[in-house]
């Protein structure tokens, strides 16, 4: 059985798509793009306010589905440049306690929005 997760807190989807499915235990949220959930808009400053924005748009859809970052089990991280990847991994490390999810990172030719990051997330209760 699956069920559809939405935050108020979080963005509304830029498409069609829901923005987390829990089944079995297994919460899917789909990738966030670092939007303000008031404006729709992306955030102001570089790389690491656009970070900290994704995952705190992540951390409101891992509150609804009553679920925490402690359930994270693996991160798709998605860059508009991969000289990035340091200034994100700052961020992502002040939301993220050892043991740390798995994750993958890529450099992409373009995230939607003109964002220089996404991230995708799968959880585990």
């Known amino acids: 059985m699956k069920q559809i997760i939405a935050s108020p ?61 402690a359930d994270v089990v693996k991160s798709t991280v998605l860059l508009a440049d991969m000289n990035d990847f340091a200034a994100v991994n700052e961020v992502y490390a002040s939301f993220y306690k050892e043991p740390y999810p798995a994750r993958v990172c890529y450099q992409v030719a373009k995230l939607p929005m003109g964002a220089l990051v996404e991230i995708e997330t799968i959880a585990v209760k």
């Open 9 to 69: 807190h979080a963005p509304k989807a830029v498409g069609p798509y829901s923005q987390a499915v829990e089944a079995n235990g297994t919460l899917y949220i789909s990738g966030q793009l670092p939007l303000n959930p008031e404006t729709g808009k992306i955030v102001e400053g570089g790389v690491k306010e656009q970070a900290m924005q994704c995952l705190h748009n992540i951390g409101e859809i891992l509150t609804e589905a009553d679920y925490n970052f």
